[in-house]
Nanobody, 123 residues
């Protein structure tokens, strides 16, 4: 069992930056693929970014490519999402998720989920 806790969300003006953190409870987390997803009101949960267990492979949604950076520190059992040049359309609840399999953009393939952290970008 892996428990995930997100932090770092908040209110920021357009063009600003935030760094989200996802802290895990289990040592096995260092062997898991981790993804960030987001869900805006009235919309489905969507893929944002993912990172392989080693950090060697990353993937991004087109909407955030060039603005967001995913990284991890396995010694701290933490994955980060650095969000730059934020836009109002980035407003959503952001979730981290983990799974022992290969990276995927589908939320249905992730076993463990955090509770989410709210990100609000004002125009």
């Amino acid at each position: 069992q892996v428990q995930l806790v997100e932090s770092g969300g908040g209110l920021v003006q357009a063009g600003g930056s935030l760094r989200l953190s996802c802290a895990a409870s289990a040592r096995a987390f260092s062997t898991y693929t981790t993804g960030w997803f987001r869900q805006a009101p009235g919309k489905e949960r969507e893929f944002v970014a993912h990172i392989s267990w080693s950090g060697e492979y990353t993937g991004y949604a087109d909407s955030v490519k060039g603005r967001f950076i995913i990284s991890r520190d396995n010694a701290k059992k933490t994955v980060y999402l650095q969000m730059n040049s934020l836009k109002p359309e980035d407003t959503a609840v952001y979730y981290c998720a983990a799974d022992p399999r290969l990276p995927s953009r589908s939320p249905s393939l992730y076993i463990y989920w955090g509770q989410g952290t709210q990100v609000t970008v004002s125009s």
